[in-house]
Each structure stands twice: as structure tokens, then as C-alpha cells.
């Protein structure tokens, strides 16, 4: 499970660097009794801890808004890094990334 964890991080990495467009997103990350978790592969109600990470400068500040325990990627311009956010807040209208079930 820790491979998978892995892949799915490094290609939300890669794909910001590299992606298409420079946009925020959600990543599915989320502070859990202090923890940084990740959901199961079909099974969004469960959580793994998160394998690899790529905190911005500063970063997680917890800073700003209520409930600052969810991950965008790609916000205040840092290509590729992380930044904690509120799970409610309206980040540049953010994409989300999902995962889903490889063919």
C-alpha cells in the first residue's frame, strides 16, 4: 500500500511541474489526530499515512482560515508544493485531483 501511496504522490508532483495548466488543487490530503493521511484507493472513507510529501517554505503553517487540515498543491504560485488549507476555503477555484481504479 505505501508504493501506492508513493506513486500517487509523485505523480501529483510530477504533474504539477509538468502539467498542462498552473492551477491550485486538492490532492486528498487531510490532518487526521495530527497525522497527514491520504485516502485508500476506493475506499474514501479509509486512511494511510502519507509517504511522501512536498511542503512549500513555511509550510504546513496552519495558518488562516477554520479548519486548516487539508492540501492544495500549487497555491501562491509554488509550482508542485504543498500548502495546508482550510477543507472549506475557495482556493483560486482549486481543481481536485481524484484517483480511480487503473484498467
Not at 488562516?64 to 475557495?90: F, I, K, M, P
Request: proline share 5%.
Amino acid at each position: 500500500m505505501q508504493l501506492k501511496s508513493f506513486w500517487f504522490l509523485e505523480k501529483v508532483y510530477t504533474e504539477g511541474i509538468y502539467g498542462v495548466a498552473f492551477k491550485p488543487y486538492w490532492i486528498g490530503v487531510r490532518k487526521i489526530n495530527s497525522a497527514w493521511m491520504m485516502p485508500v484507493q476506493n475506499k474514501p472513507s479509509e486512511y494511510i499515512p502519507v509517504t511522501f510529501t512536498k511542503w512549500g517554505r513555511s509550510q504546513p503553517d496552519g495558518c488562516c482560515l477554520y479548519d486548516v487540515t487539508c492540501v492544495v498543491v500549487n497555491h501562491w504560485n509554488e509550482r508542485g508544493e504543498w500548502d495546508d488549507q482550510g477543507c472549506y476555503s475557495h482556493v483560486n477555484n482549486a481543481g481536485a485531483v481524484c484517483q480511480k481504479q487503473s484498467l
